[in-house]
């Protein structure tokens, strides 16, 4: 076989898969995109000296959906339901933000006081102020001189 008549004949095979690769990928950016977006929430964590601070991002939430409880002296869980949107609202075309249920469940370095705990969840974002246990808060010891 004659490899100058080859050429061209492999060069139009090559042209007609590179359209067609062409015409699925326009195909597949016209379809919606819906991705595998987790509902559960993200968080920070920190403390100062009298409590640990956690904030949770929330949007669309009320005060209802979330749940917060402390166990085992130093386990904050935080739980809810992001609910899906409705889908009779027309057609999609992104769909990133996550629903459904969700709990972080965050161990503590140090115990708490579960009686003094205090949230509040304001423009979508919970703050959790998760005080220290008295046993767990350092003391000043005071030292005395020798008499």
Request: proline share 6%; charged share 30%; no cysteine.
């Amino acid at each position: 076989m004659n490899g100058s008549r080859l050429l061209p004949s492999l060069w139009a095979n090559f042209d007609r898969f590179q359209g067609e690769v062409g015409r699925l990928f326009d195909t597949w950016a016209d379809l919606p995109r819906v991705t595998t977006a987790s509902a559960i929430p993200p968080v920070n964590v920190w403390e100062d000296a009298d409590a640990f601070h956690l904030e949770a991002e929330l949007p669309g939430l009320t005060q209802e959906q979330v749940h917060v409880a402390v166990t085992n002296r130093n386990q904050v869980t935080l739980q809810g339901e992001r609910l899906a949107e409705d889908e009779t609202k027309g057609r999609w075309h992104r769909r990133e933000r996550g629903f459904g249920r969700f709990q972080r469940v965050l161990r503590l370095p140090l115990p708490i006081d579960a009686d003094k705990v205090e949230a509040r969840l304001e423009d979508g974002l919970l703050h959790v102020r998760l005080p220290k246990s008295e046993e767990a808060r350092p003391r000043k010891i005071s030292v005395k001189a020798e008499a």
